[in-house]
Structures are given as structure tokens and as C-alpha cells.
């Protein structure tokens, strides 16, 4: 089955520290990745995604997200983290359907950035 | 520019009573789609259209019916809400189902709770 995971639930750091919050994928051909962000009470918030091209991506509010693929993942990272970054990240990964595409998501990594 | 809107955003439903979650996008877009979140569980896709007239079902499409008579319009509906579809529902538009990446765009999200 075509999935991605987020293996940590909870990712604490204090702030101006660096983070990174993990994703591992699992897809037949090649996979377009995305990380996106929730803060309470919010939709979701696009922050960046990887399609082809290097394995660095760079995306909103300092983000960015290295793929590996012998590694089959998608880390997103921040050099230096702040408060305000504290929220619910999501990781996921296209899946083709019979008409169109879809997106699978992660379960969700919470944040708490403390300062 | 709105984006995409949903309404209601609260909603508190008894065993049984039916109601329509209203998605309207103004961006132009062909593909929306229905998502609930659940804790743990990430977001997963109930139904999805790719255009005006043209809907299909996600992973977890029992319960829920959509229609497609507009491209800006994607209401979902309850048919007889049971306990088990207490959720946030998010609705979420991209152009052509994220084909090559397009980044999908979601609502505010709606809070259902069925008692």
C-alpha cells in the first residue's frame, strides 16, 4: 500500500535550536511530497513540496525538506526554530487514483518549540 | 480572492439527523475534494470530484454523499449521522488533482460533533 509515515508523535526543541520532523514514504514510481502545517483550530497550510529537481526543497517560513531517496524519506527542517512554529505538521505523498490523484497523509507530528 | 470556504464551521448533530457540509472554492479550480481528520489518523480522503459532474469515492465514503453541479460548489452530505462521523471535515481544491504537483488548497475546517 502506498503510505507515509511520521514516526515521532511529539517533537520537542528549544527555540533558536535547529529542528527536524521525520517522514518516510512508501510508493511505486516516483513520489511528489509534501509537508504541510496546521495551527489550532486551522486548515492546513501548504509549506512546500518535492516533485523533481534537487533533493534540497526550500518552502514558507524557513522550511525546508531533504529527500532521500535510497532513504525513502522526506525530513522537514528549520536551521533555527521559534515559538511560533509550534503546530501540527503533516507529511504526504500523490497516490494515483482512477480519476485523478489524491493525497495520503501522515498521521501528524506536533511541534513544541519552547523558549 | 476567498480561496476555500466552508460552512458551518461548528455543527452539533443528533443520532439520525441529516445536514450538508457547504465547500465553495473561487479560484477555478477542477478538483476538490472531501477530507476528515480524525487523532492519529492524519486526513483521509471521502470523496473527491475532478470536475463539474464527475465524483468519485475515497477511502472512507460510507455515510457521506457529494454532488458536483458546479465547478465552485462541493457540498457534503450526512445522510443519517451516527457518532462514529464526529470529526473535523476539511474540503480542499486543486487544479487537475495535483497531476504534477499542484498544490491542493484546503478550507478552515468544520467541527461535527454527533451525539
Known amino acids: 500500500a502506498q503510505s507515509v509515515a511520521q514516526p515521532e508523535d511529539q517533537v520537542n526543541v528549544a527555540e533558536g535550536n535547529p529542528l527536524t520532523v521525520k517522514c518516510t514514504y512508501s510508493?511505486?514510481?516516483?513520489?511528489?511530497l509534501f509537508w504541510y502545517v496546521q495551527y489550532p483550530n486551522r486548515g492546513l497550510q501548504f509549506l512546500l513540496k518535492y516533485i523533481t529537481g534537487d533533493n534540497l526543497v526550500k518552502g514558507s517560513y524557513g522550511f525546508e525538506a531533504e529527500f532521500n531517496k535510497s532513504q525513502t524519506s522526506f525530513h522537514l527542517k528549520k536551521p533555527s526554530a521559534l515559538v511560533s512554529d509550534s503546530a501540527l505538521y503533516f507529511c504526504?505523498?500523490?497516490?494515483?487514483?482512477?480519476?485523478?490523484?489524491?493525497?495520503?497523509f501522515g498521521a501528524g507530528t506536533i511541534l513544541r518549540v519552547k523558549s | 480572492n476567498a480561496g476555500v470556504t466552508q460552512t458551518p464551521k461548528f455543527q452539533v448533530l443528533k443520532t439520525g439527523q441529516s445536514m450538508t457540509l457547504q465547500c465553495a472554492q473561487d479560484m477555478n479550480h477542477e478538483y476538490m475534494s472531501w477530507y476528515r481528520q480524525d487523532p492519529g489518523m492524519g486526513l483521509r480522503l471521502i470523496h473527491y470530484s475532478v470536475g463539474a459532474g464527475i465524483t468519485d469515492q475515497g477511502e472512507v465514503p460510507n455515510g457521506y454523499n457529494v454532488s458536483r453541479s458546479t465547478t465552485e460548489d462541493f457540498p457534503l452530505r450526512l445522510l443519517s449521522a451516527a457518532p462514529s462521523q464526529t470529526s473535523v471535515y476539511f474540503c480542499a481544491s486543486s487544479y487537475s488533482g495535483v497531476p504534477s504537483g499542484n498544490t491542493i488548497y484546503f478550507g478552515e475546517g468544520s467541527w461535527l460533533t454527533v451525539v
Open positions: 504526504a505523498v500523490r497516490v494515483s487514483m482512477e480519476y485523478g490523484n489524491k493525497l495520503v
Open positions: 510508493v511505486s514510481g516516483n513520489p511528489y
